[in-house]
């Protein structure tokens, strides 16, 4: 190369550098820019990332958030909390990196306990996890399913039936058992002890058995028998306008009727009981009494024979008593008066149902008729 040529070049190079100089520093100086906004921006974006240990229900992982505090995360991580869930630590506390957060959701169990039923919430996500929350002491307890269960978020049903003492008195014994059976008939065979036939206890069989019970055993033995009984018979009065007033007349005896009972017997630990009814059948129909009521009124005077001292016979001839019959049982009331010669003068029925004032009405007709000769031993009274 010419030493012209090498003047020529390096002259050129001074040009460009002079005329690229001011170009080249205006496109250096926005990326500049660029480079030093994207390098703070950075900073800025390791500054607010947090690194968070995040449990749920026992499950644990590591995650980034720009969350804030706790109810932030679990917004972003869409966990919903509920009245029953917790929360550790609590919604709105600050987060750093490096925080742990756990959450457990609530979990509802209806759970009955020696035959009571509640309902109740637990965090625990297994059956023995759960009855250690809830305080329930299960040693020896019959459980209606597994210890290590677990238990979704739907919740469970959950029965524990714990160990009880009972006491059975049965055939002049006591036998003591530790059970957690769920009835007295269970608990009862546990106890070697059996209901035959009629057989039954003090408590119901399929009753809950509880701490400390003393269940009797009932042993039962039963029959029929049939009897027949009386029916008592009904009377029935009825006015008589034909009787006199004060009159009663039987116009039809009563006669009681029959049925024939069934009755239970039973006999409960040697001890008869009170039969009880099971069945009537009417054998024969009671059949009513139907008496007379006189309502007639009759006159209580008979011409010549007023001034008499009826009074004194009827003390003669029955000591003044209305009813009085003598020892053969044909005469009878104030004036013994047979049947046949009562109803001759008008009378009804029998002279000693018959009131007095009528009876003396009837004497004195009579007397009309016959003076004192019905009267062969008192009628002398009749004149003082």
């Given at each position: 190369?010419?030493?012209?040529?090498?003047?020529?070049?390096?002259?050129?190079?001074?040009r460009?550098?002079?005329?690229?100089g001011?170009?080249?520093?205006?496109?250096?100086?926005?990326?500049?820019?660029v480079?030093?906004?994207?390098?703070?921006?950075?900073?800025?974006?390791?500054?607010?990332?947090?690194?968070?240990?995040?449990?749920?229900?026992?499950?644990?992982?590591?995650?980034?958030?720009?969350?804030?505090?706790?109810?932030?995360?679990?917004?972003?991580?869409?966990?919903?909390?509920?009245?029953?869930?917790?929360?550790?630590p609590a919604?709105?506390?600050?987060?750093d990196?490096?925080?742990?957060?756990?959450?457990?959701?609530?979990?509802?169990?209806?759970?009955?306990?020696d035959?009571?039923?509640?309902?109740?919430?637990?965090?625990?996500?297994?059956?023995?996890?759960?009855?250690?929350?809830?305080?329930?002491?299960?040693?020896?307890?019959?459980?209606?399913?597994?210890?290590?269960?677990?238990?979704?978020?739907?919740?469970?049903?959950?029965?524990?039936?714990?160990?009880?003492?009972?006491?059975?008195?049965?055939?002049?014994?006591?036998?003591?058992?530790?059970?957690?059976?769920?009835?007295?008939?269970?608990?009862?065979?546990?106890?070697?002890l059996?209901?035959?036939?009629?057989?039954?206890?003090?408590?119901?069989?399929?009753?809950?058995?509880?701490?400390?019970?003393?269940?009797?055993?009932?042993?039962?033995?039963?029959?029929?028998?049939?009897?027949?009984?009386?029916?008592?018979?009904?009377?029935?009065k009825?006015?008589?306008?034909?009787?006199?007033?004060?009159?009663?007349?039987?116009?039809?005896?009563?006669?009681?009727?029959?049925?024939?009972?069934?009755?239970?017997?039973r006999?409960?630990?040697?001890?008869?009981?009170?039969?009880k009814?099971?069945?009537?059948?009417?054998?024969?129909?009671?059949?009513?009494?139907?008496?007379?009521?006189?309502?007639?009124?009759?006159?209580?005077?008979?011409?010549?024979a007023?001034?008499?001292?009826?009074?004194?016979?009827?003390?003669?001839?029955?000591g003044g008593?209305?009813?009085?019959?003598?020892?053969?049982?044909?005469?009878?009331?104030?004036?013994?008066?047979?049947?046949?010669?009562?109803?001759?003068?008008?009378?009804?029925?029998?002279?000693?149902?018959?009131?007095?004032?009528e009876?003396?009405?009837?004497?004195?007709?009579?007397?009309?008729?016959?003076?004192?000769?019905?009267?062969?031993?008192?009628?002398?009274?009749?004149?003082?």
């Open positions: 190369m010419s030493h012209s040529q090498s003047s020529h070049r390096a002259a050129r190079g001074r460009r550098r002079r005329a690229d001011p170009e080249a520093l205006r496109r250096l100086v926005p990326r500049a820019l480079v030093a906004f994207l390098a703070g921006g950075t900073s800025a974006f390791i500054a607010h990332d947090k690194a968070i240990r995040l449990s749920v229900d026992g499950t644990p992982r590591t995650l980034h958030t720009f969350a804030d505090d706790v109810e932030d995360l679990l917004a972003d991580e869409h966990l919903d909390i509920g009245a029953h869930d917790i929360v550790a919604p709105g506390t600050d987060l990196s490096g925080d742990a957060v756990v959450v457990r959701h609530g979990r509802p169990v209806v759970l009955t306990i035959g009571r039923r509640r309902r109740v919430w637990t965090t625990a996500d297994t059956v023995a996890g759960a009855l250690h929350q809830l305080g329930v002491r299960a040693e020896g307890a019959y459980l209606s399913t597994s210890r290590s269960r677990r238990i979704g978020r739907h919740g469970m049903e959950l029965a524990v039936r714990t160990e009880r003492s009972v006491v059975f008195v049965a055939d002049g014994r006591e036998y003591r058992v530790r059970t957690n059976a769920a009835t007295v008939r269970e608990a009862l065979a546990e106890a070697g059996a209901l035959r036939d009629q057989d039954t206890t003090s408590v119901p069989p399929d009753s809950f058995p509880r701490e400390g019970q003393t269940v009797s055993v009932l042993r039962i033995t039963g029959s029929k028998e049939v009897r027949e009984e009386p029916i008592a018979f009904r009377t029935v009825r006015t008589d306008p034909q009787l006199a007033l004060g009159t009663e007349s039987v116009v039809q005896q009563g006669r009681p009727g029959v049925r024939r009972v069934t009755y239970k017997l006999t409960v630990n040697g001890v008869k009981q009170k039969p009814r099971l069945h009537t059948e009417v054998v024969h129909a009671p059949r009513p009494q139907i008496v007379h009521i006189g309502t007639r009124v009759l006159p209580t005077s008979v011409r010549g007023d001034h008499l001292a009826w009074h004194a016979l009827a003390q003669c001839e029955a008593r209305l009813d009085a019959v003598d020892a053969s049982g044909n005469y009878g009331g104030l004036y013994q008066f047979d049947v046949a010669t009562w109803r001759a003068l008008g009378g009804r029925g029998r002279p000693q149902d018959a009131p007095a004032q009876q003396t009405y009837r004497a004195k007709k009579l007397y009309i008729t016959r003076g004192a000769s019905p009267w062969p031993v008192c009628g002398r009274k009749l004149h003082g």
